[in-house]
């Protein structure tokens, strides 16, 4: 039976109890899932704050993430005006140091009266064309690229998440983007199962939000080996075209054993 959300809410604001599709490909939380689950929080309390839409976020993995229950903690940064700026962190537990934090920031939106800017009409682009991709995790069992369908053609990959980050996540919302956001890195590697490739960080901008179900990559990665970083870097889209970009720092690092 399909879980009906990948984090659950707990009994107290703040508590979540991560599923099996919350994992990542080797041990502990997926990034893209801890990312998605912070801005989806902070978007479930943006209409009630006033707060705007969520146009962006900056996220910082600290450290891994184990998959037990989690508490978050909202701080707002500024809010009250136009923009609004709202940091959300993740813990463990009650005493643990923070594992990730994510900066987001919000627009309200304002009509700007201007001349006409000229606009190609949206091309027709159809994922499902394409044959259906399977990515399995490093150690076997469910992860975060079950909660999604994956497919890739003509440069892009496409991804249509099955199974909500939170309960009443909107699939046209910043935290919809970010579990496809966080495997840029990944897509274009200039090394296929070389070496591990974690990002301690996550950026994404965001002209408008999703429509149509599906989030797309094209992506771009770069490595120096003699360092052992890299960068990756994409442009995001939906069915109907360009919707923003993303970016990250890759820390390259040796493939954990098998345990």
Known sequence: MTPPAIFAKGDAPGIWTPTALAAGPFSGLQG????SLLTAEAEALAAERKWGTAISVTVS???????????????????????????????????????????????????????????????????????????????GRPWMMDAMESRVGDGIAWFRQTVPIIAGASPSSLSAVLGPADWTHGIARPLQNAVADPNPNLTVHLLRMPRGGWVGISASCAWDTERGIGVGDGTIL???????????????????KPG
Not at 32 to 35: E, K, L, M, S, T
């Open 32 to 35: 893209g899932a801890i990312a």
């Open 61 to 139: 993995f600290l450290k891994p993430t184990p998959m037990s229950a989690l508490r978050t903690q909202i701080m707002p940064l500024r809010e009250g005006g136009r923009v609004n700026v709202i940091d959300n962190t993740l813990f463990a537990d009650v005493h643990s140091d923070p594992c990730a934090t994510a900066r987001i920031t919000f627009i309200n939106d304002r009509r700007v009266e201007t001349p006409e800017i000229p606009q190609l009409p949206p091309a027709a682009i159809d994922p499902s064309k394409y044959p259906p991709r399977v990515i399995k995790s490093f150690h």
């Open 238 to 256: 939906d069915v109907h075209g360009e919707i923003g970009n993303v970016s990250m720092a890759v820390a390259l690092t040796p493939f954990p």
